[in-house]
């Protein structure tokens, strides 16, 4: 099993971004992908889940109505989107899939 996320981000406070995660190893759509992030001196905060069967999710109840989860079949990939950033959504972002887990990506919200 093999999680693979896309590179380092940097963004202006009130921009988007979005961060994927190619999977590879296992059959995708069998597993939930979770989101998991950690803010610098925090800990681990999950932030929800997508079933890249249906694409059904649910997110935990702080990020709802400002981060959408979707996952693409056809490439194995799913992608966290996060909207109107702000300074403190500055966080190496995770993608897992239970023990196996992505490198990490970086994203930086300043100004």
């Known amino acids: 099993v093999q999680l693979v996320q896309s590179g380092a981000e940097l963004r202006n406070p009130g921009a988007s971004v979005k961060v994927s995660c190619k999977a590879s190893?296992?059959?995708?759509?069998?597993?939930?992908i979770d989101w998991v992030r950690q803010a610098p001196g925090q800990g681990l905060e999950w932030m929800g889940r997508i079933d890249p069967e249906d694409g059904g999710t649910k997110y935990a109840q702080k990020f709802q109505g400002r981060v959408t989860f979707t996952a693409d079949t056809s490439t194995s990939t799913a992608y966290v989107e996060l909207s109107s950033l702000r300074s403190e959504d500055t966080a190496v972002y995770y993608c897992a899939k239970g023990d196996a887990w992505g490198q990490g990506t970086q994203v930086t919200v300043s100004s």
């Open positions: 190893g296992y059959t995708f759509i069998n597993y939930y």
